[in-house]
């Protein structure tokens, strides 16, 4: 199956599961049955018998910290039509956050995904802004059909890792 997610993934981008720091990951919201780990780790993801759920209602606060710095570019969202998420808002170097809060902050960016997308067509970020993440928030906010119940079989995030060699470079990325 690793075929199918490289060969969606876009040109020169890596699929980033590598360079996610474990230990830190945190999801608010999930079923205790359908945990975050059906959608996010590497070989549970590619089992269709296996994905993410929402607990109390719709809504998930994924959080996802990394290893190293990694620039993010696109992300692949997997999910049935009905119960898949329609709108995500991702914020990048948020920590923290609440669902209380989620709305609070201007999310790096902002997408609506169609059934199209949740068949594992990439979505394409607003790259600018994803240049120097050290972790990633996720806020699924609703799923496509209104249900109290939000389903994602796979989260792939591509991108490529930062040349901390270059920090200064870096530096004057953010300031801008």
Same mark, same amino acid.
């Given at each position: 199956?690793a ?12 699929d980033?599961?590598?360079f996610v ?5 945190e999801? /608010?919201?999930?079923s205790t049955s359908h945990s /975050?780990?059906? &959608? /996010? ?6 089992d269709?018998?296996?994905?993410l ?19 993010l570019?696109?992300?692949i ?6 119960e ?7 914020? &990048? ?9 989620a709305?609070d902050?201007?999310?790096?960016d902002?997408?609506a ?8 067509t990439p ?10 993440v050290?972790? /990633?928030t996720?806020f ?6 209104g249900?109290d ?10 991108g ?5 060699t270059?920090?200064?470079?870096l ?6």
């Open positions: 199956m075929s199918v997610v490289s060969a969606a993934m876009p040109r020169s981008q890596v980033l599961v590598d720091d474990w230990s830190g990951v999801c /608010l919201n999930q /975050l780990d059906n &959608a /996010l780790k590497q070989g549970y993801r590619d269709d018998g296996l994905h759920e929402s607990d109390a209602d719709e809504q998930l606060l994924i959080y996802i910290p990394f290893t190293q710095v990694i620039k570019h696109s992300v969202i997997k999910g049935p039509e009905e898949g998420p329609k709108t995500v808002k991702l914020f &990048a170097n948020k920590e923290h956050m609440g669902f209380s809060n709305n902050y201007v999310p790096s902002s997408i995904l169609s059934p199209e997308n949740l068949k594992g979505v394409n970020l607003k790259y600018v802004k994803f240049q120097s050290r972790s /990633l996720i699924i906010e609703d799923n496509q059909g249900n119940i939000s389903k994602i079989q796979k989260i792939v995030l591509c490529t890792t930062v040349d901390t270059n920090m200064k470079d530096k004057k990325i953010e300031e801008h």
